[in-house]
């Protein structure tokens, strides 16, 4: 079965700071993997997403991800961090066929200071 | 158009109580999925419809019943819940292949946030 790891729970970054989430997934194939954000009290967005091709993925809102299959990360990145960027962060992983049942990571709350 | 609407936003009901959640979307898309998120927590998958029929029940309690009537359109009728049910109930949708292949990409609705007294 697939699994989902997001090792830090919380995270805080001086606005204008780098940013880096984590993201580690286990599946015996060639993932689906997704990063959304989700600000309090809304839905999900959906900020990228990796199905094959270049392991470095381009998403909105600024960010980007890179698809490392030697070490089963999908690590979000950010250059600048802007104060809108507070928000949950979810990683997720789908197994492409026959599923609608992508696993969630726990999390990560990103707080920016000022 | 990339949206996924839900109606009420907001909705309070007793345990004797009888109501319903909306979801809509006009993307096309054929696959429609319920999850339930309590705080701090990612969204739990509940229900997923493919081409109007349930596809996944995640042994979710009959008190939450499903209900696809069209291709845009999905409903969760509530009955007799319990306080442990109040969450943010969360709608997504992605475009389906058929053939039990799922496009996986899936749009989230903003919400509806589910008080149980």
């Known amino acids: 079965a697939q699994s989902v790891t997001q090792p830090d729970i919380h995270i805080t970054v001086s606005e204008g700071a780098s940013l880096e989430l984590r993201c580690n997934y286990s599946?015996?194939?060639?993932?689906?993997l997704f990063w959304y954000v989700q600000s309090p009290g809304q839905g999900l967005q959906l900020l990228l997403k990796?199905?094959?091709?270049?392991?470095l993925v381009q998403g909105i809102k600024g960010f980007e991800a890179e698809f490392k299959r030697s070490q089963s990360s999908f690590n979000l990145r950010k250059p600048s961090v802007h104060w809108s960027d507070a928000a949950e962060y979810f990683c997720?992983?789908?197994?492409?066929?026959?599923?609608?049942?992508?696993?969630f990571g726990d999390g990560t709350t990103l707080t920016v200071k000022p | 158009d990339t949206e996924v609407t839900q109606t009420p936003k907001h909705l309070v009901m007793g345990m004797t109580n009888k109501k319903s959640l909306k979801c809509e979307q006009h993307?096309?898309?054929?696959?429609m999925y319920w999850y339930k998120q309590k705080a701090k927590k990612p969204p739990e998958l509940m229900f997923v419809?493919?081409?109007?029929?349930?596809?996944i029940n995640e042994s979710v309690p009959s008190r939450f019943s499903p209900e696809c009537p069209n291709s845009s359109l999905l409903n969760l009728h509530l009955h007799a819940l319990q306080p442990e049910d109040s969450a943010l109930y969360l709608c997504?949708?992605?475009?389906?292949?058929?053939?039990?292949?799922?496009?996986?990409?899936?749009?989230f609705g903003p919400g509806t946030r589910l008080l149980v007294l």
């Open positions: 990796y199905f094959s091709g270049d392991t």
């Open positions: 993307m096309g898309h054929r696959a």
């Open positions: 419809y493919s081409y109007e029929k349930l596809s």
């Open positions: 599946y015996g194939a060639t993932p689906y």
């Open positions: 997504a949708s992605s475009q389906d292949l058929g053939g039990g292949g799922f496009q996986e990409t899936q749009y």
């Open positions: 997720a992983v789908g197994k492409g066929t026959n599923a609608g049942k992508s696993t």
